[in-house]
């Protein structure tokens, strides 16, 4: 198995104890990994501390199920962190070769928190912005290219933004005939950030990327496919059967090579990547601090509540 010494980004701020700043939060978390490592050689299910994210692991692959239903598994801090020690867990045991990522019910990821977004705002202005991006979510790209094992994104609902950031960083993506993905939340007046103008033009080509990006259009699962964005659509009945097919075929393969392919992947593709993320952070704080950004945002953080309230 490759070493860690071989992996190609090693950012220092995806150290969980950079990225928790709480003490408690920190032990929480690292209790956790120690549990689900000795559950996972019993081929137990886990469930996270805060029960928004769950890993289970059979036949040498690795399932993560992102939970927070009642949200479209949308990414706040504690889902961000949970992932990422996820990730970090899955890495770390000789047991497992493949990585799936799911998520619960009917969405993938709907990107990052809205309401966190706003309350981030309100208290630490623009550059909270940033922050949030650079300690919580661009760490989750960077584990996904590092991981030395293959990730497989099972793509189950929408993936937007930062949610589409984390299956694009995967090395493969299967889509259920349903989903959707939304590459921009210029919507809310931000731009595509989480690696999302780094790995979206690398993967479609610029001119589409752009089209994309400006108008925030909404992509079905035929169109991702004919795009590139994912390898394959399938019936949604059929999703977590072909995303085990392809995992099993994976944990077939001699595991050290594909270890160093995926360095040399990252090598000739992907090299670059964690200085663009920290350019895009830089850039959407300029975005954040927008008078039509915060009027653009506060309009659906009002009209999701309602919507809340009436159902």
Known sequence: MASPAMLVFVPSHTLPEQQVGQEMAVRRILGWIVGFAQQAKAGNSVTSPEHILSMSTEDQICTITLQRE??????????????????????????????????????????????ELEEGEATGGAAAVADQLRRRLCPLITAIRNLEKPVIAQINGVAAGAGLGVALACDFRIAASTASCVMSPIGIGLIPGVGLS????????????????????????????????????????????????????????????????????????????????????????????????????????????????RN
Do not use: W
Not at 77 to 85: G, H, R, V, Y
Not at 204 to 215: D, Q, S
Not at 263 to 287: F, P, T
């Open 70 to 115: 009642a949200h479209l598994n949308a990414f706040d801090s504690a889902l961000a962190i949970e992932l990422l020690a996820a990730l970090r867990t899955a890495n770390d045991d000789p047991g497992i070769r493949v990585v799936v990522v799911t998520g619960a019910a009917s969405a993938f990821s709907a990107g990052q928190d809205i309401f």
């Open 198 to 309: 780094f790995l979206v033009p690398r993967l479609i080509g610029v001119g589409p990327a752009t089209e994309l990006f400006m108008l925030g259009s909404r992509v079905g699962a035929e169109r991702a496919l004919q795009l590139g964005l994912v390898h394959r659509v399938v019936p949604d009945p059929d999703l977590r059967a072909s995303a085990l097919a392809l995992a099993a075929e994976l944990a077939a393969q001699p595991r050290e090579v594909l270890s160093l392919t995926k360095q040399a992947l990252n090598h000739s593709i992907y090299a670059g990547l964690e200085a663009h993320l920290d350019e895009e952070c830089r850039l959407q704080e300029i975005a954040a601090a927008t008078e039509e950004h915060r009027t653009r945002l506060h309009n659906l953080t009002s009209k999701s509540r309602h919507q809340q309230t």
